[in-house]
């Protein structure tokens, strides 16, 4: 499917950057990337074209410490000309779009409601929206960082001149709730589950980044290849995505696991390499078993109960010779007989130049305690 990116205030900026590195070379799925942030020093650090960086908010007397309520307003009246800049530098039509944005903050989260409502007026189109949520360490005085010192907890976040935000967990709460009938679906990525001890959120940036941008790529570029390239049997098309993520603000968490395997093999043990090897069905069914069962009950973007989710995706990639067709179907009678009901899409993905099998996993309509935890945490004295 082709789908085009908008990253929105900082952390948003940033996710998109990565999801731009994270797209295969043979398989492409992006249409465009964009960033809008009100700092223009912000925009200055993404690697996307200027023609593709837009700043906005000059003028309106908008400051660092504005509250949230002052952002939501900012982004109603900015709204059309975020439009504007993507009406005229769009390079393609999409079959789908993805905001990006972190819901700690005011930018992004201020911004983030008036534009989607204005993409899903303006194009029939699903608009999806990739949410980081804040770690309890950003705004709980109390909350552990990891540290073992005598000052853990506060040390960790003042280390690298990163100060706490109080109000990270009552903007996530908000921007959520604004959200809430206006997302086609919400792709959630929990930093407090990925934050290392000791940790701060900028020390995680890049690599948090990196792993939810190649989920991303796993999911959307889906079963496409090059013309001449292998052809998937079973092809997961932006209809299948819309299918799965549906229309309804679905809350949604995304799994990987992946496995590197031999892709050559020697001839007479001369060093001669040949350009394919032959793959015993047994090593392609354990490799597929393996990555499908990561995927599905290893680390998800967020935390939750894989049995909650009303629908479920799987796609299954890697070089062709090890995408066996009945392990592909096992591992996705496994997901369905997890999540339950007929709810339940697979495909394959071929990578003839990759070295890893690997499986996407997509949990959507799931139920989160840690989203209610924020919810909780706002409304607390």
């Given at each position: 499917?082709?789908?085009?990116?908008?990253?929105?205030?900082?952390?948003?900026?940033?996710?998109?950057?990565?999801?731009?590195?994270?797209?295969?070379?043979?398989?492409?799925?992006?249409?465009?990337?964009?960033?809008?942030?009100?700092?223009?020093?912000?925009?200055?650090?993404?690697?996307?074209?200027?023609?593709?960086?837009?700043?906005?908010?000059?003028?309106?007397?908008?400051?660092?410490?504005?509250?949230?309520?002052?952002?939501?307003?900012?982004?109603?009246?900015?709204?059309?000309?975020?439009?504007?800049?993507?009406?005229?530098?769009?390079?393609?039509?999409?079959?789908?779009?993805?905001?990006?944005?972190?819901?700690?903050?005011?930018?992004?989260?201020?911004?983030?409601?008036?534009?989607?409502?204005?993409?899903?007026?303006?194009?029939?189109?699903?608009?999806?929206?990739?949410?980081?949520?804040?770690?309890?360490?950003?705004?709980?005085?109390?909350?552990?960082?990891?540290?073992?010192?005598?000052?853990?907890?506060?040390?960790?976040?003042?280390?690298?001149?990163?100060?706490?935000?109080?109000?990270?967990?009552?903007?996530?709460?908000?921007?959520?709730?604004?959200?809430?009938?206006?997302?086609?679906?919400?792709?959630?990525?929990?930093?407090?589950?990925?934050?290392?001890?000791?940790?701060?959120?900028?020390?995680?940036?890049?690599?948090?980044?990196?792993?939810?941008?190649?989920?991303?790529?796993?999911?959307?570029?889906?079963?496409?290849?090059?013309?001449?390239?292998?052809?998937?049997?079973?092809?997961?098309?932006?209809?299948?995505?819309?299918?799965?993520?549906?229309?309804?603000?679905?809350?949604?968490?995304?799994?990987?696991?992946?496995?590197?395997?031999?892709?050559?093999?020697?001839?007479?043990?001369?060093?001669?390499?040949?350009?394919?090897?032959?793959?015993?069905?047994?090593?392609?069914?354990?490799?597929?078993?393996?990555?499908?069962?990561?995927?599905?009950?290893?680390?998800?973007?967020?935390?939750?109960?894989?049995?909650?989710?009303?629908?479920?995706?799987?796609?299954?990639?890697?070089?062709?010779?090890?995408?066996?067709?009945?392990?592909?179907a096992e591992g996705r009678r496994a997901l369905q007989s997890t999540v339950g009901g007929n709810g339940v899409l697979g495909g394959d993905a071929p990578r003839p130049d990759g070295e890893t099998v690997f499986a996407a996993v997509v949990l959507a309509g799931i139920e989160s305690d840690r989203i209610e935890e924020l919810r909780a945490a706002d409304r607390a004295p």
């Open positions: 499917m082709q789908l085009e990116v908008i990253g929105v205030g900082g952390a948003g900026c940033r996710i998109a950057d990565a999801i731009r590195a994270a797209e295969p070379a043979a398989n492409s799925f992006l249409t465009d990337v964009f960033v809008f942030d009100t700092d223009a020093a912000t925009l200055q650090r993404t690697v996307v074209p200027e023609s593709h960086r837009h700043q906005y908010g000059q003028g309106t007397g908008i400051d660092a410490d504005d509250d949230l309520e002052r952002r939501f307003e900012i982004g109603e009246t900015h709204a059309d000309e975020l439009l504007e800049t993507l009406d005229r530098e769009s390079g393609g039509e999409a079959d789908a779009r993805l905001v990006a944005v972190g819901l700690g903050g005011a930018t992004g989260g201020g911004t983030a409601p008036a534009l989607v409502a204005a993409l899903q007026r303006r194009y029939d189109a699903p608009v999806y929206v990739l949410a980081t949520l804040p770690a309890d360490r950003e705004f709980d005085p109390d909350a552990d960082a990891g540290d073992t010192g005598p000052h853990a907890g506060t040390t960790s976040r003042t280390a690298s001149g990163e100060p706490p935000r109080p109000d990270a967990a009552a903007n996530a709460a908000a921007t959520l709730e604004r959200l809430e009938g206006l997302a086609s679906a919400l792709i959630a990525f929990d930093n407090e589950t990925w934050l290392r001890p000791g940790e701060t959120v900028s020390d995680a940036h890049d690599r948090c980044n990196r792993e939810l941008a190649g989920r991303v790529a796993a999911v959307f570029a889906g079963g496409g290849a090059e013309s001449d390239g292998p052809v998937a049997q079973n092809v997961i098309d932006a209809s299948d995505v819309e299918r799965i993520l549906g229309n309804e603000s679905a809350i949604v968490a995304l799994g990987y696991g992946d496995q590197d395997v031999e892709t050559s093999s020697s001839r007479f043990g001369l060093g001669l390499v040949s350009a394919e090897r032959d793959v015993e069905t047994s090593e392609a069914v354990s490799a597929v078993e393996t990555v499908v069962r990561k995927g599905t009950h290893g680390k998800l973007t967020l935390e939750c109960d894989p049995e909650t989710a009303a629908r479920g995706l799987l796609v299954v990639g890697g070089p062709p010779a090890w995408l066996n067709r009945q392990a592909i």
